[in-house]
């Protein structure tokens, strides 16, 4: 199998570019394109956040085109792709297309885009079929991911968009397009309140799970925080992901881990994230 890693942790240190070469040097046969800055959202004030990072200028393809040849460079490839959110928000949503697009421009074969939290399959559904047009033209591949929400007074997520194994089986099958897959995120499927599992998660999603989001916590909160550090069952993840033959990358969004290293020594800990990576394709063979 072949692993690749999130490069907006990387790059908060060192820059998109230098992170696309540093997680070659370590190991990764892929990089996941990390787009948050083409449209920084701020809740407290429901606002776009100003920002001249390439990917919200009128540069933004040849800034795809530089980390794609960085990669190509180091012999890695752009894999997938995570667009901005949130999606209730108009003016993230108009990023959306220019989001698939850089991830064609990359080389990416999939883009995830989440869906909004609060509303139903069949709400959801409408944002997808708007943007599968554009996708199919792109050759680009859209993945919906499982999401949560938080309950203060129980002090544990809530259910969301796709947080449990049926309705997130439902958002795929309802728009029925093998353009629209799945995008798992084994951190969210394990915290507390949400009724399912990420082994539940994968084998109901099946043939639908096409990508993933790989991190470890206490199965409680969202600590996306690196792979066997905390208390997620890999072994039985590893099975389950063995049962139902997933052929996608073993992708990483362990984004947390990097916050303790700074510019000169976060390599280290891109290949630690790698090593990670290893050990769990490894729990799949033996699975």
């Keep these: ?17 230098k992170a696309v070469e540093l997680i070659a040097k370590a190991g990764f046969d892929a990089w996941d394109f990390s ?13 776009a956040i100003e920002s001249n990072h390439p990917l919200k200028g009128n540069d933004y393809l040849k800034f795809a085109r530089e980390l794609k040849q960085i990669g190509l460079d180091n012999g890695i490839e752009c894999n997938q792709s995570h667009a901005p959110f ?8 108009s990023y959306l297309k220019r989001a698939i697009e850089c991830t064609a421009e990359a080389g990416g074969k999939i883009c995830i885009i989440h869906p909004d939290n609060n509303k139903s399959a069949e709400e959801n559904a409408e944002m997808y ?8 033209e792109c050759g680009v591949k859209i993945a919906t991911e499982n999401m949560w929400n938080w309950d203060n007074e129980k002090n544990q997520a809530s259910k969301a968009a796709c947080s449990h194994h049926d309705d997130f089986c439902k958002h795929i099958d309802v728009v029925n397009d093998e353009f629209l897959v799945a ?15 990420a082994p539940q998660m994968i084998r ?3 043939k639908r799970l096409q990508a993933l989001h790989i991190h470890d916590n206490d199965r ?48 280290l800990g891109v290949c630690d994230l790698a090593k990670s990576a290893r050990r769990l394709e490894a729990l799949i063979k033996e699975a």
């Design 1 to 17: 199998m072949k692993i690749s890693t999130e490069i907006y942790s990387c790059a908060r240190h060192v820059g998109e570019h």
């Design 35 to 47: 787009m948050f800055d083409m449209c920084r959202w701020d809740y407290s004030r429901s606002v």
């Design 86 to 93: 949130p999606v209730y928000s108009p003016v993230v949503r």
């Design 129 to 136: 079929q708007e943007l599968l047009p554009f996708a199919k």
């Design 183 to 197: 995008c798992l995120d084994l951190g969210h499927a394990e915290m507390k309140g949400l009724d399912t599992t």
């Design 204 to 206: 109901s999603l099946d």
């Design 220 to 267: 409680w909160h969202d600590s996306h925080q690196i792979p066997f550090s905390m208390e997620m069952d890999w072994v039985a993840i590893a099975k389950a992901l063995k049962d139902i033959n997933y052929q996608g990358y073993l992708t990483l969004e362990a984004d947390q881990y990097l916050n303790k290293f700074n510019s000169d020594n976060v390599f």
